[in-house]
T-cell receptor
Framework: GEDVEQSLFLSVREGDSSVINCTYT??????LYWYKQEPGAGLQLLTY?????DMKQDQRLTVLLNKKDKHLSLRIADTQTGDSAIYFC????????????FGKGTRLSVIA | DGGITQSPKYLFRKEGQNVTLSCEQNLNHDAMYWYRQDPGQGLRLIYY???????QKGDIAEGYSVSREKKESFPLTVTSAQKNPTAFYLC?????????????FGQGTRLTVV
């Protein structure tokens, strides 16, 4: 079955890099996602990676995928106070309209 | 502007009453989803619909009902059978096929049972 695991909390100092980790169990996952949720709001897509890729970089965000270990990470460079939020890892297998399966979310706290 | 709209943002319900949460999208997406979010639980899937007039149960469908009579709309009814309905409810939509696989989320409805 599908299952996505994340650590629940991460605290970093402003200006440092943050690394949020995620493991998934469904080897047939074709797309893996990172979403950001600010307090009281919906989810905003940050980035996604296809399962045939190892890395994707987008400005301050770097996603690394280790298919062998089923491990996904999100690195935020030069973390700012505005990055404080909950970050969700999600997987989708098969076609584009199957539901996403989410982890429980990692709450990132940035200390000024 | 294209997007997905949930209403109301806050909703209070007395125990024993049914209540309907609205979700509308003008993105021309085929698929729509309802998730429930509780602190420390992440998002859990309630129902989803891949096409008009069709929907499937998710992991926690008991005590909920949905309809999909129009492509743009996917209302969720929280019935009195739902034992613990207080939660944050999120609606999402996605295009059915192609490279654009992003799921777009509404801003959520916070339901409180009083």
């Amino acid at each position: 079955g599908e299952d996505v695991e994340q650590s629940l909390f991460l605290s970093v100092r402003e200006g440092d890099s943050s690394v949020i980790n995620c493991t998934y169990t469904d080897s047939s996952s074709t797309y893996l996602y990172w979403y950001k949720q600010e307090p009281g709001a919906g989810l905003q897509l940050l980035t996604y990676i296809f399962s045939n890729m190892d890395m994707k970089q987008d400005q301050r965000l770097t996603v690394l995928l280790n298919k062998k270990d089923k491990h996904l990470s999100l690195r935020i460079a030069d973390t700012q106070t505005g990055d404080s939020a909950i970050y969700f890892c999600a997987e989708r297998w098969n076609s584009g309209n199957t539901p996403l399966v989410f982890g429980k979310g990692t709450r990132l706290s940035v200390i000024a | 502007d294209g997007g997905i709209t949930q209403s109301p943002k806050y909703l209070f319900r007395k125990e024993g009453q049914n209540v309907t949460l609205s979700c509308e999208q003008n993105l021309n997406h085929d698929a729509m989803y309802w998730y429930r979010q509780d602190p420390g639980q992440g998002l859990r899937l309630i129902y989803y619909s891949q096409i008009v007039n069709d929907f499937q149960k998710g992991d926690i469908a008991e005590g909920y009902s949905v309809s999909r009579e129009k492509k743009e709309s996917f209302p969720l009814t929280v019935t009195s059978a739902q034992k613990n309905p207080t939660a944050f409810y999120l609606c999402a939509s996605s295009i059915g096929t192609g490279d654009d696989t992003e799921a777009f989320f509404g801003q959520g409805t916070r339901l409180t049972v009083v």
